[in-house]
């Protein structure tokens, strides 16, 4: 599974941008797809996730401004990142991830986007 992530940039607190990730490879479902961030010595922490069944789900942090959706047809996988914070600068990692159990299951990065919010 290979994963291709867009859309970083920068902007200004307040501002608003979209993450757009395609899948590619032996892609199965059930899945989620998802959007994971890390900032310089921070741990890797979950942003938002979507099931291919529809299920989300959000960190505390990104509630009421982050939404993901996702285009199964397309393996596409999106985030449109409203009310940007300085404290979302970070980079932005897709990730697919298959339960253990399916054939074809696993847990895979794409190669992370930046994003930086500014005052």
């Known amino acids: 599974v290979q994963l291709q992530a867009s859309g970083g940039g920068l902007v200004q607190a307040g501002g608003s941008l979209t993450l757009t990730c395609v899948a590619s490879?032996?892609?199965?479902?059930?899945?989620?797809l998802g959007w994971y961030r890390q900032a310089p010595g921070m741990e890797r922490d979950m942003v938002a996730t979507?099931?291919?069944?529809?299920?989300?789900n959000y960190g505390d942090s990104v509630k009421g401004r982050f939404t993901i959706s996702r285009d199964n047809a397309r393996n596409m996988v999106y985030l449109q990142m409203n009310d940007l914070k300085i404290e979302d600068t970070a980079v932005y990692y897709c990730?697919?991830?298959?339960?253990?159990?399916?054939?074809?299951?696993?847990?895979?990065w794409g190669q992370g986007t930046l994003v930086t919010v500014s005052s």
């Open positions: 990730n697919y991830w298959r339960a253990p159990g399916y054939s074809n299951s696993g847990n895979y």
């Open positions: 979507m099931r291919s069944d529809g299920n989300r």
């Open positions: 490879g032996n892609i199965w479902k059930p899945n989620k």
